[in-house]
């Protein structure tokens, strides 16, 4: 029995409970976690088919990834062996419509071939087809071809998922023919109770472990993890959304309409156009009416002195007080790189030394000590002005642009990388099976070590044996020299040389 609260074990493809199997088992359009379910099936049945394991790689698991490292890995591996990646697409990013498709690199091809199904019969959209040659073109230089899977075509709303694991089965294994149009259903069912079995499998491969690592269990029931608690309602557009509208002539579009229209509330002003500060009406942030904020409502108010505006020496200035500011300032100086990083004793020290008869200007220095002076005088109730904001690097040396971080590679360089690439992969082949042959080696060792001390254990079991049956050690035991005596060939020798000394000698 399916324990239907339960989550799935590791053996598909996450950890979500399993009444979200429900999909299977009706007229509804399957998510991607279904999707991914079917190829972990998929994926078990080639690791575990001899036949496939010899004429079909493992393939993936899904056409998302959590990192582009993951992605420029896989497509290495599909290039360099030659091997063929089988996934699944959504379509609806790209046409609006939440609909399934079967994709699968075949690389075991002289020529690469991207091949499409889609149980609508309708072709592999431009975007697709140029985000998948791009993928693979930054590992070999060459160029897909395009070719159609064998699909069923649907006739409903809801069938695309199955459609889809029914088309990848075909691809693996011939003797899967394609789907009939009245058995739909029962492929449904069918394709629900593998995942059941594999489930079913997996805890209890999962309950022996358990039961293996404990020796002092009593063989209880291994408890399961508990059912993550998830929400029966999903965002419009999102691939586990509710089942829709069984047509497949309408296009089901996804769109969030904004359910606030209520204009923003008027905002405060802040600052006034004078140079000084001048205290003016209160303005309410929030607008008319009273604000409600749940069960601190009879909380006191804030203090006057915290709720009149008030500046500080850290805010910015408004465009009459730059205005206000006296025009017999310094021009500022742009920064290069190499200015940056030295410091201004430094570079005063460097400037002395190299032009020693230099005469220096100290007017701008008067000037800027006359301003802070006048700065120091200013009434107290006068705003503290900022000093304008420095340029800052990057702006300073005309670098920051998007454009700066592409690179234009030709092909003599693309031939080199890849190249390089190869030789890496190759490299690394042959590491992996140098480690493969110093485990087996590894395993011999031990497995002879084991024999030995197997022998060595049977060997003192007969010795104990036979001492319990009265066998003392050392005793009623022949010497050598007995032993050589009572052999034939010492018996046959001695009655030779008794006949040889009896026999009279003949003189000559």
Not at 144 to 168: K, R, Y
């Amino acid at each position: 029995m399916v324990p239907w609260g339960r989550c799935k074990p590791a053996g598909l493809s996450d950890s979500e409970p399993f009444h979200t199997l429900w999909r299977f088992v009706g007229a509804n359009w399957l998510s991607g976690s279904q999707i991914n379910d079917m190829l972990e099936l998929l994926r078990y049945k080639v690791n575990t088919v001899p036949e496939s394991m010899q004429n079909t790689p493992e393939a993936g698991t899904y056409w998302t990834a959590p990192d582009l490292r993951w992605i420029r890995d896989l497509a290495k591996d599909v290039v360099q062996s030659r091997s063929a990646l089988i996934t699944s697409g959504h379509l609806g990013p790209i046409t609006d419509e939440p609909h399934w498709v079967a994709i699968v690199f075949d690389m075991t091809q002289p020529n690469g071939v991207l091949r499409y199904g889609d149980s609508f019969g309708g072709e592999i959209p431009g975007e697709l087809v140029a985000a998948c040659r791009w993928w693979l073109n930054q590992h070999t230089t060459v160029k897909l071809e395009l070719a159609g899977l064998p699909i069923v075509h649907q006739e409903d709303g809801h069938s695309c998922g199955i459609l889809v694991d029914n088309a990848q089965q075909d691809f693996v294994d011939l003797s899967v023919p394609l789907l009939e149009t009245a058995k739909f259903m029962d492929a449904r069912l069918e394709v629900f109770n593998k995942i059941c079995v594999r489930a079913l499998e997996q805890l209890e491969i999962e309950r022996a472990l358990a039961i293996a690592e404990d020796e002092d269990s009593d063989d209880r029931p291994f408890p399961g993890p508990p059912a993550r608690v998830t929400g029966a309602k999903r965002p419009k557009g999102h691939p586990d959304a509710p089942t829709p509208n069984p047509s497949p002539q309408k296009h089901r579009i996804f769109k969030r309409q904004a359910d606030d229209a209520v204009p923003a509330p008027a905002q405060p002003l802040f600052a006034t156009h004078s140079s000084t500060f001048a205290p003016g009406p209160t303005v309410d942030v929030f607008g008319p009416g009273r604000l409600f904020l749940g069960p601190e409502d009879d909380a006191p108010v804030p203090p006057q002195s915290q709720s009149q505006m008030t500046t500080d020496a850290n805010s910015t200035c408004v465009a009459s007080d730059v205005e206000s500011l006296p025009d017999d300032l310094p021009s500022l100086q742009n920064i290069s790189d190499s200015e940056d990083d030295v410091s201004d004793d430094e570079r005063d020290n460097s400037d002395t030394e190299s032009m020693p008869n230099l005469e220096v200007d100290n007017t701008d220095d008067d000037a800027v000590l006359a301003h802070s002076h006048r700065a120091h005088a200013a009434p107290s109730h006068a705003r503290p002005v900022s000093p304008p904001k420095q340029p800052s690097k990057r702006a300073a040396a005309g670098k920051g642009k998007i454009t700066g971080y592409w690179k234009v590679e030709t092909a003599e360089e693309k031939a080199v990388r890849l190249e390089k690439e190869a030789r890496e992969y190759a490299e690394r082949a042959e590491e992996a099976r140098q480690r493969e042959m110093e485990e087996k080696r590894k395993q011999m060792v031990r497995d002879r070590e084991r024999g030995n001390e197997r022998m060595r254990r049977h060997r003192e079991r007969l010795r104990e044996a036979k001492i319990a049956d009265g066998w003392i050690p050392g005793k009623n035991r022949v010497s050598r020299a007995a032993h050589a005596l009572s052999s034939p060939q010492t018996h046959f020798d001695a009655t030779l040389e008794a006949r040889r000394a009896c026999r009279p000698r003949r003189d000559l």
